[in-house]
């Protein structure tokens, strides 16, 4: 499934692609893998000789390490300004590059919404993610989390917790507050502690929500939904059906 024999599979199963990556199924190989390795193992090893099983486990990790170890020594990607490219380089020599000269960049520092906007670069997290209904990206970074259109301003942010703000805001006549986050299922408002329903900015996707006159406080908070709990619940009964079967034949067998 993660290669081009498995093309036509994914052409022809739209749902497919919007339910999972091809890579995600190297989970399952490799799982299975290890599973098999184990069972080849105790197999293979002569009956009678204790000594073998360790052995042979030992010699296939072994082969796995000569195998996959060029794979543990991570490469650091640098931008090259002159070239207009990545290299890759280990910790090393790419820390040596980027202290020796100007002319390479570390690519966190141009991982941020500004650059992606002002280069017009294609990514995962601007485009495959976005919700249904954004038909306008934006041409830059947003100058706050929060901000009332009409009607009045924000006077204070307070960050409650990791996708959970408390804004007060202060009110001359009823307007709207738009939050600068896309609209997903599962977020949620209150106003001085009371439920307030969403809207959704037409063309842009983020959230707008209606705030009466006064000064108010204001929380936007992202939470769970019918659907992830579900998910959630048949992951912990799997988890829990995985426990009892592999605990299984030792409960059988143990000695008394």
Request: with cysteine; glycine share 8%.
């Amino acid at each position: 499934m993660t290669t081009a024999i498995a093309e036509p599979l994914w052409d022809a199963i739209p749902l497919l692609a919007f339910a999972q990556f091809p890579w995600r199924f190297l989970t399952l190989s490799a799982f299975g893998a290890s599973l098999a390795s184990g069972f080849a193992i105790d197999a293979l090893a002569p009956q009678g000789r204790p000594w073998a099983r360790p052995l042979a486990a030992a010699a296939a990790i072994a082969c796995a390490v000569l195998v996959y170890g060029a794979y543990a020594r991570p490469q650091f990607a640098l931008y090259d300004r002159e070239q207009d490219d990545l290299v890759h380089a280990a910790y090393p020599e790419a820390r040596a590059l980027l202290d020796e000269s100007a002319r390479y960049q570390e690519v966190a520092a141009r991982a941020n919404l500004a650059t992606l906007i002002g280069t017009g670069q294609r990514g995962t997290s601007r485009h495959e993610y976005l919700p249904d209904g954004v038909s306008r990206l934006p041409v830059r970074p947003p100058g706050s989390r929060a901000e009332v259109l009409e009607g009045g301003r924000v006077e204070q942010t307070e960050t409650i917790g990791p996708n959970h703000e408390r804004f007060t805001v202060a009110m001359d006549t009823p307007g709207v507050m738009r939050f600068n986050q896309f609209w997903f299922a599962g977020w949620r408002a209150a106003i001085d502690g009371s439920e307030a329903p969403l809207r959704i900015e037409p063309g842009s996707g983020t959230i707008l929500i209606s705030v009466p006159a006064g000064t108010h406080v204001v929380e936007l908070e992202f939470g769970s939904t019918p659907l992830r709990r579900a998910a959630s619940a048949g992951s912990a009964i799997s988890l829990l059906v995985l426990a009892i079967a592999s605990a299984g034949p030792w409960l059988r067998h143990r000695p008394e």
